[in-house]
């Protein structure tokens, strides 16, 4: 009996061996040496990944520890049989990691170029300064990363790809990943890659008739760019199947976009043509591309984005184009819910429009998270909970409803010393009237009224007093008399500041602006000036100058006896300096224009 026993316990022992045998240990240092005996122990690493993988045939389970240091290793392939490994860089350190991949900029870094190279993980890794530069057609883009078709559930993890670049005579995709497969990319920061074709950071292209799904989750995007000729400024998302029954899916979570493109870069910070990309809690702004510095879709492509910022993006086609979204053609569709954008001229056609808000989002605009939003914004508690994510880009968690964007904010918004009725905007002529009502007021000193510029800069354009204290409805309005907008919509920002010098954020509102013809000129001739008033027939029109220091030195009503009337006025003895503002005001129309004299 107790030898029967004894041969089931070596027998038990003999498995155990050989499973742990399954999961082995290696190391890689800038001190180690390529050779036998060495990359098994951490005092005895190896020199290369190149000789790791040339000798040792890795399985799942296997870690390969790369120590902190700069290396300028290049052209590295994974062995043909290797998988299912994890490689990985040192601890980070403030979130970046410290082991470097920096190449002298004629190769690429890393491929994953067998089919059998599935479930490898590359995670706390800066690679830098890849360039992949040739004269002769390459079947592969991706300066820092390349995966094959048939290459799967591959994932980068918390690694930095930086000036990246994949160019050559024919042009190539992917700055710094090109992948013909499926690939998951957590926590990574995208910044100054460049492609010669489509997808300046980032390229996710089938090669075959069935593709895995993609997820790019917690990313940040920044001055990436491609050629003016192609795709994809940031992104781009391609299957190889052109009528997909079920299309191939990229999901893109929790990602920042900023900055990405300039006048010489192709269309559509993220892109997509025969696939579908589900796009949720992200923030895209200040990009620009050729039709559209936002999203783009084309060709049996699908978009379906919620939760998601696409504010503030430019296109430089003049001909024609949209700053924000872009659906090309009838097989192409972006579908909106609890998305908040620039404003209605800043979009094209879309299928689905759900919940959507437009205006100013109100970034933070300092700190390390810059495009975070503030308590105030109408973003917060914006969003739908259905398919959001349980936590946002800085691994913050969503409470209740989400906010509309990658960051979830993290305050309690401050209650307004006023409670607002209502805030409402009109054109009448080319003069705006903000009309707005409050509930309650308390130390309520004044309201400021800001206004958005073609550049999207914020300025103040006038004032109005508060009621102080009150518990009883007060009605205000504002008019905004400057005629050079010329935009075919206006941003306005209303603000509260109370007794104390404390201003916040009351609402914001677009008004389509001013679209009929002039009714009022004025010019000067010597000392009088000629002002002419076009269809005021039997309508008052109040003519008011002032000097330079803002006090009034004229007044008077006129009422036209025709549809077109001219009369002149005298400069007023008054006037100091050598500028009158001239303000004329009707109730259908006005201007406050400069006279030089």
Same mark, same amino acid.
């Given at each position: 009996?107790?030898?029967?026993?004894?041969?089931?316990?070596?027998?038990?022992?003999?498995?155990?061996?050989?499973?742990?045998?399954?999961?082995?240990?290696?190391?890689?240092?800038?001190?180690?040496?390529?050779?036998?005996?060495?990359?098994?122990?951490?005092?005895?690493?190896?020199?290369?990944?190149?000789?790791?993988?040339?000798?040792?045939?890795?399985?799942?389970?296997?870690?390969?520890?790369?120590?902190?240091?700069?290396?300028?290793?290049?052209?590295?392939?994974?062995?043909?049989?290797?998988?299912?490994?994890?490689?990985?860089?040192?601890?980070?350190?403030?979130?970046?990691?410290?082991?470097?991949?920096?190449?002298?900029?004629?190769?690429?870094?890393?491929?994953?170029?067998?089919?059998?190279?599935?479930?490898?993980?590359?995670?706390?890794?800066?690679?830098?300064?890849?360039?992949?530069?040739?004269?002769?057609?390459?079947?592969?883009?991706?300066?820092?990363?390349?995966?094959?078709?048939?290459?799967?559930?591959?994932?980068?993890?918390?690694?930095?790809?930086?000036?990246?670049?994949?160019?050559?005579?024919?042009?190539?995709?992917?700055?710094?990943?090109?992948?013909?497969?499926?690939?998951?990319?957590?926590?990574?920061?995208?910044?100054?890659?460049?492609?010669?074709?489509?997808?300046?950071?980032?390229?996710?292209?089938?090669?075959? *008739?069935?593709?895995?799904?993609? #997820? /790019? +989750?917690? @990313?940040? $995007?920044?001055? !990436?760019?491609?050629?003016? %000729?192609?795709? &994809?400024?940031?992104?781009?998302?391609?299957?190889?199947?052109?009528?997909? *029954?079920?299309?191939?899916?990229? #999901? /893109? +979570?929790? @990602?920042? $976009?900023?900055? !990405?493109?300039?006048?010489? %870069?192709?269309? &559509?910070?993220?892109?997509?043509?025969?696939?579908?990309?589900?796009?949720?809690?992200?923030?895209?702004?200040?990009?620009?591309?050729?039709?559209?510095?936002?999203?783009?879709?084309?060709?049996?492509?699908?978009?379906?984005?919620?939760?998601?910022?696409?504010?503030?993006?430019?296109?430089?086609?003049?001909?024609?184009?949209?700053?924000?979204?872009?659906?090309?053609?009838?097989?192409?569709?972006?579908?909106?819910?609890?998305?908040?954008?620039?404003?209605?001229?800043?979009?094209?056609?879309?299928?689905?429009?759900?919940?959507?808000?437009?205006?100013?989002?109100?970034?933070?605009?300092?700190?390390?998270?810059?495009?975070?939003?503030?308590?105030?914004?109408?973003?917060?508690?914006?969003?739908?909970?259905?398919?959001?994510?349980?936590?946002?880009?800085?691994?913050?968690?969503?409470?209740?409803?989400?906010?509309?964007?990658?960051?979830?904010?993290?305050?309690?918004?401050?209650?307004?010393?006023?409670?607002?009725?209502?805030?409402?905007?009109?054109?009448?002529?080319?003069?705006?009237?903000?009309?707005?009502?409050?509930?309650?007021?308390?130390?309520?000193?004044?309201?400021?009224?800001?206004?958005?510029?073609?550049?999207?800069?914020?300025?103040?354009?006038?004032?109005?007093?508060?009621?102080?204290?009150?518990?009883?409805?007060?009605?205000?309005?504002?008019?905004?008399?400057?005629?050079?907008?010329?935009?075919?919509?206006?941003?306005?920002?209303?603000?509260?500041?109370?007794?104390?010098?404390?201003?916040?954020?009351?609402?914001?509102?677009?008004?389509?602006?001013?679209?009929?013809?002039?009714?009022?000129?004025?010019?000067?001739?010597?000392?009088?000036?000629?002002?002419?008033?076009?269809?005021?027939?039997?309508?008052?029109?109040?003519?008011?100058?002032?000097?330079?220091?803002?006090?009034?030195?004229?007044?008077?009503?006129?009422?036209?006896?025709?549809?077109?009337?001219?009369?002149?006025?005298?400069?007023?003895?008054?006037?100091?300096?050598?500028?009158?503002?001239?303000?004329?005001?009707?109730?259908?129309?006005?201007?406050?224009?400069?006279?030089?004299?």
């Amino acid at each position: 009996m107790a030898n029967h026993f004894g041969k089931i316990l070596s027998l038990f022992i003999f498995f155990i061996t050989i499973h742990i045998s399954w999961s082995a240990t290696y190391y890689v240092s800038t001190t180690g040496v390529d050779g036998v005996g060495y990359g098994t122990a951490v005092g005895t690493p190896y020199r290369t990944l190149a000789y790791l993988f040339s000798n040792k045939n890795l399985n799942a389970g296997d870690v390969v520890n790369v120590a902190a240091g700069t290396y300028t290793e290049k052209t590295i392939t994974v062995g043909s049989d290797d998988e299912g490994f994890t490689l990985q860089g040192a601890a980070l350190s403030s979130g970046v990691p410290t082991t470097i991949f920096d190449s002298d900029q004629t190769s690429y870094w890393l491929r994953l170029s067998n089919t059998a190279h599935d479930n490898i993980t590359i995670k706390n890794i800066l690679v830098k300064d890849y360039i992949t530069h040739s004269s002769t057609t390459l079947t592969y883009g991706g300066a820092g990363l390349f995966v094959t078709a048939g290459a799967k559930g591959n994932q980068v993890v918390s690694c930095i790809f930086d000036n990246c670049d994949t160019r050559n005579t024919y042009g190539h995709s992917g700055g710094a990943i090109y992948a013909n497969d499926g690939i998951t990319v957590t926590d990574c920061t995208f910044r100054n890659c460049y492609a010669e074709k489509n997808g300046g950071a980032v390229a996710i292209v089938g090669a075959s *008739s069935v593709m895995n799904n993609s #997820s /790019i +989750v917690r @990313c940040k $995007f920044y001055s !990436n760019t491609n050629n003016g %000729s192609y795709n &994809g400024i940031a992104l781009y998302y391609a299957t190889d199947n052109a009528y997909p *029954s079920s299309p191939e899916t990229l #999901s /893109i +979570v929790n @990602c920042l $976009f900023n900055a !990405n493109g300039g006048l010489s %870069s192709g269309s &559509g910070t993220v892109y997509t043509q025969r696939g579908r990309v589900l796009m949720t809690n992200c923030t895209v702004t200040n990009n620009t591309g050729s039709v559209t510095g936002g999203l783009y879709s084309t060709s049996n492509g699908n978009m379906i984005v919620s939760n998601t910022i696409i504010y503030n993006n430019n296109f430089t086609l003049a001909s024609s184009g949209k700053a924000d979204i872009y659906a090309e053609n009838s097989t192409s569709s972006i579908t909106l819910t609890n998305c908040l954008y620039t404003s209605s001229t800043s979009i094209n056609s879309i299928n689905t429009q759900t919940n959507c808000i437009t205006g100013n989002p109100s970034f933070v605009l300092s700190g390390d998270n810059p495009y975070s939003l503030q308590t105030t914004s109408i973003g917060v508690n914006a969003g739908t909970s259905v398919d959001a994510p349980v936590d946002d880009l800085l691994s913050n968690p969503r409470i209740g409803l989400p906010d509309i964007g990658a960051y979830e904010s993290t305050s309690t918004p401050a209650a307004l010393p006023i409670e607002l009725l209502s805030l409402s905007g009109s054109c009448t002529g080319a003069m705006v009237q903000l009309n707005w009502t409050t509930a309650t007021e308390k130390d309520n000193a004044y309201f400021s009224i800001f206004k958005s510029n073609r550049d999207g800069e914020m300025s103040m354009v006038g004032s109005v007093q508060g009621a102080m204290n009150s518990n009883t409805m007060q009605s205000y309005e504002f008019r905004d008399y400057d005629r050079a907008n010329n935009e075919e919509w206006i941003y306005y920002e209303l603000y509260q500041t109370d007794i104390d010098g404390n201003t916040e954020l009351v609402k914001s509102i677009v008004v389509a602006a001013c679209t009929s013809q002039e009714s009022f000129h004025v010019v000067k001739h010597g000392d009088y000036l000629s002002v002419s008033i076009q269809d005021h027939h039997n309508i008052p029109v109040q003519v008011i100058l002032y000097n330079t220091i803002g006090q009034q030195v004229f007044e008077k009503t006129i009422t036209p006896d025709a549809s077109s009337f001219s009369i002149t006025l005298p400069l007023p003895t008054m006037i100091s300096g050598s500028v009158v503002i001239v303000q004329l005001s009707s109730s259908q129309d006005a201007l406050n224009t400069k006279i030089a004299f």
